[in-house]
C-alpha cells in the first residue's frame, strides 16, 4: 500500500466548530489533491498543489481552504462547519501518471 | 471540458467468469492518461491498470485487461476469473497534460460466489 495517511479516519463534529483533516505523504511527492465523495458517489476535486505554496481550488466548489507549507503535509480545514460537509474526504498525492490516496476521512455534522 | 462516463451504475458477476465494465471519455487533449481504480468497501483506492492514449496496444495486468478504442473514446475494463476480492466500486478516470484526473460517477461490482 501507499505510504499516505490521513487523520482522523472518522469525525463526528458540531455545527459551527473548526477542523483541520490532515494528510501526509512520505513518498516526496509534488503533487498533492483533496476530494469529496459521498457514499457510492464519484470523487469531485475540490483542491490541489503542484508543490509548496502551490495551491488551486477544484471544480467543485468548496468553503474549505487548504495550504501547502511542507511537500509532505496538505491540511484542509474548514472555519465552520455544517451538515452540509458531512462526506468522506480523500486525500491522494501523485509524482507522475498515477495517483495514491489515502484512506479517507469520514466526516459527519450533526 | 473533459468528461468521463459509466453507463452501469451496478454489475454483478459469478465467481470465476468475466466481466467487462464500460467507460467513455471526451478530451480534446491529443496526449493523455485513462485509469481505472478499485475501490472495496471501507479501503483505500488502489490503481488497477492504466493506458497511454498514444499506445495502441490495450494493456494487461494479470487479469485484468482493457479494450482500448481511441476514435470512439472507448476504455473498458475486462476482469477475468473474478474472485471474491474483486468486489468493489471501480472508477474510470483520465487525466491530460494539465494534470488534473477526471473521475467518472464508479460501477459497484458485485461477485456472487
Redesign the interface.
Same mark, same amino acid.
Given at each position: 500500500? @501507499?505510504d499516505i495517511y490521513q487523520t482522523p479516519r472518522y469525525l463526528v463534529i458540531g455545527t459551527g466548530k473548526k477542523i483541520t483533516l490532515e494528510c501526509s505523504q512520505t513518498m516526496g511527492h509534488d503533487?498533492m489533491?483533496w476530494?469529496q465523495q459521498d457514499p457510492?458517489?464519484? *470523487?469531485h *476535486?475540490i483542491h490541489?498543489s503542484?508543490g509548496v505554496n502551490s495551491t488551486e481550488k477544484? #471544480?467543485l466548489s468548496s468553503e474549505s481552504t487548504v495550504s501547502r507549507i511542507r511537500t509532505e503535509h496538505f491540511p484542509l480545514t474548514l472555519e465552520s462547519a455544517r451538515p452540509s460537509h458531512t462526506s468522506q474526504y *480523500?486525500c @491522494?498525492s501523485?509524482s507522475g #501518471?498515477?495517483?495514491y490516496?489515502?484512506?479517507?476521512t469520514r466526516l459527519t455534522v450533526t | 471540458a473533459q468528461t468521463v462516463t459509466q453507463s452501469q451504475p451496478e454489475m454483478s458477476v459469478q465467481e470465476a467468469e468475466t466481466v467487462t465494465l464500460s467507460c467513455t471519455y471526451d478530451t480534446s487533449e491529443s496526449d493523455y492518461y485513462l485509469f481505472w481504480y478499485k475501490q472495496p468497501p471501507s479501503r483505500q483506492m488502489i490503481l488497477v491498470i492504466r493506458q497511454e492514449a498514444y499506445k495502441q496496444q490495450n494493456a494487461t495486468e494479470n487479469r485484468f485487461s482493457v479494450n482500448f478504442q481511441k476514435a470512439a473514446k472507448s476504455f473498458s475494463l475486462k476482469i477475468s476469473d473474478s474472485q471474491l476480492g474483486d468486489a468493489a466500486m471501480y472508477f474510470c478516470a483520465a487525466r491530460t497534460s494539465y494534470d488534473k484526473v477526471i473521475f467518472g460517477p464508479g460501477t459497484s461490482l458485485s461477485v456472487i460466489p
Open positions: 500500500e @501507499a503533487k489533491y476530494y457510492g458517489m464519484e *470523487l *476535486l490541489y503542484y477544484g #471544480d *480523500l @491522494a501523485s #501518471d498515477e495517483q490516496f489515502g484512506p479517507g | -
